[in-house]
């Protein structure tokens, strides 16, 4: 009796904490891009490499969109420059903490 009652108590515990852990990141994956004003002029990349493609300059104070913290150097984001809307990288230097 004591081996059964153990054995779903472990069970309960193991689907609560599945359960939890699938919570969290469907609330991470619900957040939409969040705007950010940049604190320097920076560049927006078609890439995260040295030879990424140049896609524009982005002046200091301006507004974008930050969609993803891709790593520790770089975030993806979108913006709207000369009424066209462009998605690249910027260094994460580009914004203040």
């Given at each position: 009796m004591k081996k059964?009652?153990?054995y779903f108590s472990s069970v309960a515990l193991l689907a609560s904490c599945s359960a939890a852990s699938t919570e969290s990141r469907s609330?991470?994956?619900s957040?939409?891009?969040v705007a950010?004003?940049?604190v320097v002029e920076c560049i927006l990349?078609?890439?995260m490499t040295k030879e990424s493609r140049q896609l524009t300059t982005v002046g200091s104070?301006?507004?974008v969109q930050v969609m993803d913290t891709?790593?520790?150097y770089f975030v993806k984001v979108r913006l709207t420059a000369a009424g066209k809307t462009e998605s690249g990288y910027m260094y994460r230097?580009?914004?203040s903490k």
């Open positions: 059964a009652l153990l609330n991470k994956a957040a939409g891009p950010h004003n940049t990349y078609d890439g104070g301006s507004e891709v790593d520790a230097t580009c914004f």
